[in-house]
């Protein structure tokens, strides 16, 4: 089993920054990609960013430029660097990693969220 611990969401006034972080922990073999995805109320979760071990990113659109997403592979970590915050970027935010636990046996893995909240 693995397991997802998240940490660093907070309440944060508008223009200000979060770190947040996502270690992963259990049966790993290799994580390939670890991302965060977002889920404010009554809104379908979205991709916020994603990384994968070789460091190739992928942001969603309204995250490019504010935040940035990095990786330590030897501690399975991944971290989320918010900058000019905006009272849109409140949601729930969820780790996500993609774990092969085996040479043939590759899962999905979520963290169980984390609450960012922007406001004055």
């Known amino acids: 089993q693995v397991q997802l611990m998240e940490s660093g969401g907070d309440l944060v006034q508008p223009g200000g920054s979060l770190r947040l972080s996502c270690a992963a922990s259990?049966?790993?073999?290799?994580?390939?990609?670890m991302g965060w995805y977002r889920q404010a109320p009554g809104k379908q979760r979205e991709l916020v960013a994603a990384i994968t071990s070789g460091g190739s990113t992928d942001y969603g659109n309204s995250m490019k430029g504010r935040f940035t997403i990095s990786r330590d592979n030897a501690k399975n970590t991944v971290y989320l660097q918010m900058n000019s915050l905006k009272p849109e970027d409140t949601a729930v935010y969820y780790c996500?990693?993609?774990?092969?636990?085996?040479?043939?046996?590759?899962?999905?893995?979520w963290g169980q969220g984390t609450q960012v909240t922007v406001s004055a």
């Open positions: 996500n990693a993609e774990v092969w636990t085996a040479w043939d046996r590759r899962d999905d893995y």
């Open positions: 259990g049966n790993i073999f290799h994580i390939n990609r």
